[in-house]
Every structure is written in C-alpha cells, then in structure tokens.
C-alpha cells in the first residue's frame, strides 16, 4: 500500500491528531526494546495504512473500534479510544448510545 516510512508518518500524525502529542509520542518514546516493534506496527499498520483507508469515515473507525472493543472485553483501552472518538466528532450522546446499545 504505502512504504513503511511514511506509512509511519502518517500514522504518527492520525495518533497524535487523535491522541494528542504527548499521548502518541509518549507510546512511542516509552516503547521497551520488548515493546518498540509493537508500537511501530499499531503506529504504521493500523493507524497509517487501516484508518487512512477510503470507505469509512474517522467517527465512524472511532464507534467500530469502541464496540469491538466491548465486545471482546477489551477494556484496557477503551477509555483511551474514547478520547480519540471525541477528538474524531462522535459526540457524547453517540458515545451514551453506543455503550447502551452494546450492553445488549
């Protein structure tokens, strides 16, 4: 799809806008040598080449990303992921309806 540079970049630049600077930057910059590969592969898979498809809309990845993630009972994250769904338009009404809808 893209070359793993800027694949990076581009992530890096959707995590931070999502995330903020320090929350995106501080993955990274705290990454163990046991960790790294992982941060850099969420940074420039996921987050550079998934969420940069066409097709889906940011809000729309955003509500996708919180209901798989209640789903599966993942929730180490979800408070983080909540923060970019509010960084990405979902609106808390969306957010109330989302979580109650997904409790059934």
Same mark, same amino acid.
């Given at each position: 799809?893209?070359?793993?540079?800027s694949?990076?970049?581009?992530?890096l630049?959707l995590r931070?806008d999502?995330f @903020?600077? /320090?929350g995106?930057?501080?993955? &990274?910059?705290?990454?163990t040598?046991?960790?790294?590969p %992982?941060q850099? #592969?969420?940074?420039?898979y996921?987050f /550079?080449?998934?969420?940069q @498809?066409? $097709?889906l809309?940011r809000?729309? @990845?955003? #509500? =996708?990303t %919180?209901?798989? %993630? &209640?789903? *599966?009972g @993942?929730?180490?994250?979800f /408070?983080?992921? +909540?923060? $970019?769904?509010?960084? *990405? $338009? +979902?609106t808390? =009404?969306? !957010?109330?309806?989302l &979580?109650l809808?997904?409790? !059934?």
């Amino acid at each position: 799809m893209t070359d793993h540079h800027s694949a990076f970049e581009t992530g890096l630049a959707l995590r931070r806008d999502m995330f @903020r600077v /320090g929350g995106a930057d501080k993955a &990274i910059d705290t990454a163990t040598d046991f960790s790294r590969p %992982l941060q850099e #592969m969420v940074t420039r898979y996921c987050f /550079g080449e998934v969420w940069q @498809r066409p $097709g889906l809309d940011r809000k729309t @990845r955003s #509500m =996708l990303t %919180l209901a798989m %993630l &209640i789903s *599966n009972g @993942r929730f180490t994250q979800f /408070g983080v992921h +909540v923060g $970019g769904a509010i960084a *990405n $338009g +979902v609106t808390e =009404l969306e !957010l109330r309806e989302l &979580i109650l809808h997904a409790q !059934l």
